[in-house]
């Protein structure tokens, strides 16, 4: 489907457009009744007011305090791991090719635990979540790189470093005294719980920052997936693309990983579910992020509300819902 | 410099991978609108050649220039825009119909707010109808075969509408009714103007389709010319380490290479 206005000209696929709308309406009716319901339930009609200041004083600290911060969190950190993931699967062509497969959610894993039992603050652990991310990721691409970065390498290379923080984070952890691996157990499954607005606005930041140049970049990384020789030959550069791509996915999911912990399968299940409602070929990174957005929101309903008023992490959750929907996908791919 | 009739051409090239050198102080100027054909044995340069042309490779001394200026010096995208390069292997994405992938040849034409223009839709359309894929237009790529993906390859790198066309083995790994059928859509894209240059493994397909070509051996060129005046048993002999005789190909009339045999039939 084509739009052209003038010597505008854009290129449209309509299932994607309509996959598109359907997930938004599906993070809207989430977000709805995430903020609506559970112990204290806040009629429909009331949330709006509850947001802007015209509702009951209890409506208005358990839906703008507590559950609004909590739901935005989870959009953003789902979009971003979303389109982190996205990145990472173009890039190396290859589905394990995701952040928490490659060891960058790990590393920011170990980044948080370091934080954790060195006795630092909620910021801090989300500053060491971070840094851990972007630090792994370098060394990642550092020792990948041969002539540029293939994506195999990128995989291969990934996974060792992976392996190696996961014994790095399971040592810090028996070193670590009884409450800060507690706490530190809890952070790795990965929450939403007790999230406020300070954990959405550097998500926020950083979508609004990186997302634009995730527009620009997201042409030429389709070309890319062609192969190098073939992209050069369209006259991509196709290097600065790459390390474009690699700081701009990086940086996403470090600071989700910051905000909400490391939660497994998001990045890897969200551009593949998508991929697969979308039929686009290679990795779509809007309908990633809307769908991450979704299935972050919709899998930390479910852990709040199934064994209520027993809580779960939202990790445990993604990882069943996102391992599931995708071991089903990937039977039907057989036929 | 580059010589005036010719758009394409090196200078002085060395070319390496890291630090192993290929080829030293290369000159080649390929001929305006020619079929040029680069020939030579396994490790000889011709591909590295070939890519360091097309901007592949960067030379570590020399220069490639295209229409007078030095290929590096030009933006990218307008390189893209003159000269096409039919890699030898390129990864089809999953689940990409033919429609699309050619469509994708129109990149350098295009921007972010001008995604597709109604040339675009035109010389898509055109290039599906040269390359002969047109009714394979909504089929999944994956799943065609291996001669007609090629041919959706080569639909790929003509949407581009470059003047000049790279081709790199573009008939490894078909087979010999496919190899022909490959090289007679580059002949017929020939025909109608374009500058080809392609490298090929086999010595009798280069003679009957080449108007200009070079053979190369140890990273050199050895002769280049029309192949019916070039192409005699000694440099055969010289570049290939291979005894033969040279009669003429009965349907084309250019060279043919007949090598010694062993063993005869007995009558």
Same mark, same amino acid.
């Given at each position: 489907?084509?739009?052209?206005?003038?010597?505008?000209?854009?290129?449209?696929?309509?299932?994607?457009?309509?996959?598109?709308?359907?997930?938004?309406?599906?993070?809207?009716?989430?977000?709805?009744?995430?903020?609506?319901?559970?112990?204290?339930?806040?009629?429909?009609?009331?949330?709006?007011?509850?947001?802007?200041?015209?509702?009951?004083?209890?409506?208005?600290?358990?839906? !703008?305090?507590?559950? *609004?911060?909590? %739901?935005?969190?989870? $959009? @953003? +950190?789902?979009?971003?791991?979303? #389109?982190?993931? =996205?990145?990472?699967?173009?890039?190396?062509?290859?589905?394990?090719?995701?952040?928490?497969?490659?060891?960058?959610?790990?590393?920011?894993?170990?980044?948080?635990?370091?934080?954790?039992?060195?006795?630092?603050?909620?910021?801090?652990?989300?500053?060491?979540?971070?840094?851990?991310?972007?630090?792994?990721?370098?060394?990642?691409?550092?020792?990948?790189?041969?002539?540029?970065?293939?994506?195999?390498?990128?995989?291969?290379?990934?996974?060792?470093?992976?392996?190696?923080?996961?014994?790095?984070?399971?040592?810090?952890?028996?070193?670590?005294?009884?409450?800060?691996?507690?706490?530190?157990?809890?952070?790795?499954?990965?929450?939403?719980?007790?999230? !406020?607005?300070?954990? *959405?606005?550097? %998500?926020?930041?950083? $979508? @609004? +920052?990186?997302?634009?140049?995730? #527009?620009?970049? =997201?042409?030429?990384?389709?070309?890319?997936?062609?192969?190098?020789?073939?992209?050069?030959?369209?006259?991509?550069?196709?290097?600065?693309?790459?390390?474009?791509?690699?700081?701009?996915?990086?940086?996403?999911?470090?600071?989700?990983?910051?905000?909400?912990?490391?939660?497994?399968?998001?990045?890897?299940?969200?551009?593949?579910?998508?991929?697969?409602?979308?039929?686009?070929?290679?990795?779509?990174?809007?309908?990633?992020?809307?769908?991450?957005?979704?299935?972050?929101?919709?899998?930390?309903?479910?852990?709040?509300?199934?064994?209520?008023?027993?809580?779960?992490?939202?990790?445990?959750?993604?990882?069943?819902?996102?391992?599931?929907?995708?071991?089903?996908?990937?039977?039907?791919?057989?036929? | 410099?580059?010589?005036?009739?010719?758009?394409?051409?090196?200078?002085?090239?060395?070319?390496?991978?890291?630090?192993?050198?290929?080829?030293?102080?290369?000159?080649?100027?390929?001929?305006?609108?020619?079929?040029?054909?680069?020939?030579?044995?396994?490790?000889?340069?011709?591909?590295?050649?070939?890519?360091?042309?097309?901007?592949?490779?960067?030379?570590?001394?020399?220069?490639?220039?295209?229409?007078?200026?030095?290929?590096?010096?030009?933006?990218?995208?307008?390189?893209?825009?003159?000269?096409?390069?039919?890699?030898?292997?390129?990864?089809?994405?999953?689940?990409?119909?033919?429609?699309?992938?050619?469509?994708?040849?129109?990149?350098?034409?295009?921007?972010?707010?001008?995604?597709?223009?109604?040339?675009?839709?035109?010389?898509?359309?055109?290039?599906?109808?040269?390359?002969?894929?047109?009714?394979?237009?909504?089929?999944?790529?994956?799943?065609?075969?291996?001669?007609?993906?090629?041919?959706?390859?080569?639909?790929?790198?003509?949407?581009?509408?470059?003047?000049?066309?790279?081709?790199?083995?573009?008939?490894?790994?078909?087979?010999?009714?496919?190899?022909?059928?490959?090289?007679?859509?580059?002949?017929?894209?020939?025909?109608?103007?374009?500058?080809?240059?392609?490298?090929?493994?086999?010595?009798?397909?280069?003679?009957?389709?080449?108007?200009?070509?070079?053979?190369?051996?140890?990273?050199?060129?050895?002769?280049?010319?029309?192949?019916?005046?070039?192409?005699?048993?000694?440099?055969?002999?010289?570049?290939?380490?291979?005894?033969?005789?040279?009669?003429?190909?009965?349907?084309?009339?250019?060279?043919?290479?007949?090598?010694?045999?062993?063993?005869?039939?007995?009558?």
């Amino acid at each position: 489907m084509n739009v052209r206005v003038g010597t505008w000209s854009l290129r449209l696929a309509p299932r994607a457009l309509l996959v598109g709308l359907l997930l938004l309406m599906a993070g809207f009716l989430v977000t709805v009744a995430a903020l609506s319901t559970g112990e204290f339930t806040v009629p429909v009609p009331d949330i709006v007011g509850a947001i802007f200041g015209q509702g009951t004083p209890v409506a208005e600290l358990i839906v !703008g305090k507590l559950r *609004a911060p909590r %739901v935005v969190t989870g $959009l @953003l +950190v789902g979009a971003a791991f979303g #389109v982190g993931g =996205a990145i990472f699967q173009s890039l190396t062509r290859n589905p394990l090719g995701s952040p928490d497969f490659i060891g960058f959610t790990a590393g920011a894993s170990t980044g948080g635990i370091v934080a954790v039992v060195t006795g630092g603050s909620a910021m801090m652990i989300a500053g060491g979540a971070l840094a851990g991310c972007v630090v792994t990721a370098v060394l990642v691409y550092v020792l990948a790189y041969r002539r540029g970065v293939q994506g195999y390498r990128l995989v291969l290379v990934g996974i060792g470093a992976n392996a190696l923080l996961l014994a790095v984070n399971s040592y810090l952890l028996t070193r670590a005294n009884i409450n800060d691996a507690a706490t530190a157990g809890a952070w790795l499954t990965g929450s939403l719980g007790g999230r !406020g607005w300070e954990h *959405a606005q550097p %998500v926020a930041l950083a $979508l @609004l +920052v990186l997302l634009p140049l995730c #527009v620009w970049i =997201a042409r030429p990384m389709r070309m890319i997936e062609m192969g190098d020789d073939a992209a050069k030959a369209m006259g991509i550069r196709v290097e600065l693309v790459r390390a474009t791509a690699i700081t701009a996915g990086v940086l996403l999911t470090g600071v989700a990983t910051a905000a909400a912990g490391p939660v497994v399968f998001v990045a890897m299940a969200a551009p593949q579910l998508a991929r697969r409602l979308t039929r686009s070929p290679g990795v779509a990174l809007a309908s990633s992020a809307l769908m991450g957005a979704v299935l972050l929101t919709a899998a930390d309903l479910a852990a709040q509300r199934l064994l209520a008023p027993t809580q779960l992490p939202v990790g445990v959750l993604t990882a069943a819902i996102g391992g599931t929907y995708l071991v089903l996908l990937l039977r039907k791919d057989r036929h | 410099m580059a010589a005036p009739s010719s758009r394409l051409s090196g200078t002085g090239l060395t070319l390496a991978y890291d630090q192993r050198v290929v080829a030293t102080d290369l000159d080649v100027v390929i001929p305006d609108e020619s079929f040029t054909v680069i020939i030579g044995p396994n490790a000889c340069g011709k591909s590295t050649l070939l890519r360091a042309l097309a901007r592949m490779l960067k030379p570590k001394t020399g220069a490639v220039h295209l229409d007078g200026s030095v290929i590096t010096s030009l933006p990218s995208k307008e390189v893209a825009r003159r000269l096409g390069l039919l890699p030898q292997s390129s990864i089809v994405p999953d689940g990409i119909t033919v429609a699309d992938l050619v469509a994708r040849g129109r990149y350098p034409h295009q921007k972010l707010m001008r995604q597709w223009s109604k040339a675009d839709e035109a010389a898509v359309s055109e290039a599906m109808k040269a390359t002969d894929v047109a009714e394979l237009a909504d089929r999944i790529v994956d799943e065609l075969s291996g001669g007609q993906r090629q041919r959706v390859w080569l639909a790929m790198a003509l949407a581009q509408e470059t003047p000049i066309l790279l081709l790199d083995e573009p008939t490894t790994f078909l087979d010999i009714s496919h190899q022909i059928e490959v090289l007679d859509l580059c002949a017929e894209l020939h025909e109608e103007g374009r500058t080809m240059v392609a490298v090929l493994h086999d010595l009798n397909q280069a003679c009957r389709y080449a108007t200009h070509l070079i053979v190369m051996r140890d990273g050199a060129i050895v002769s280049e010319g029309d192949p019916t005046k070039i192409v005699t048993p000694e440099l055969v002999r010289e570049v290939f380490d291979l005894r033969c005789e040279i009669i003429q190909d009965p349907q084309s009339g250019t060279p043919l290479i007949v090598p010694e045999a062993r063993r005869r039939v007995s009558a």
